[in-house]
């Protein structure tokens, strides 16, 4: 069974920036598509962005465009979240995530991780 451990959050002041990272320690790793997801108090949990097994293609939703980047190092095993230019709406905790479907939907998740805390505040 995959078993997904993200790590990276914290407290970071309003144009600030934050990596987070998933670790994923399984063989197969490179088989899912991964991603990340995030949900604030008394809202939905959403999709934030997402990279193909291979890494060949990736998608954000638009509030994050052009401030955060997702990557993946499939020789260890882990995908990555670069957040920068960071707003107080991003303040949430944040999911990773992998699938084997081609939906990035909460319903077509395999694993998911127990969530890190990004909290962005003056």
């Known amino acids: 069974q995959v078993q997904l451990v993200e790590s990276g959050g914290g407290l970071v002041q309003p144009g600030g920036s934050l990596g987070l990272s998933c670790v994923v320690p399984?063989?197969?790793?490179?088989?899912?598509?991964m991603g990340w997801f995030r949900q604030a108090t008394g809202k939905e949990r959403d999709p934030v962005a997402a990279i193909t097994a291979s890494g060949g293609a990736t998608w954000y939703t638009d509030s994050v465009k052009g401030r955060f980047t997702i990557s993946r190092d499939n020789a260890k095993n882990t995908v990555y979240l670069q957040m920068n230019s960071l707003k107080p709406e991003d303040t949430a905790v944040y999911y990773c995530?992998?699938?084997?479907?081609?939906?990035?939907?909460?319903?077509?998740?395999?694993?998911w991780g127990k969530g890190t805390l990004v909290t962005v505040s003056s």
């Open positions: 995530a992998a699938t084997t479907s081609g939906v990035w939907s909460k319903d077509a998740v395999n694993y």
């Open positions: 399984e063989r197969t790793f490179n088989s899912y598509h």
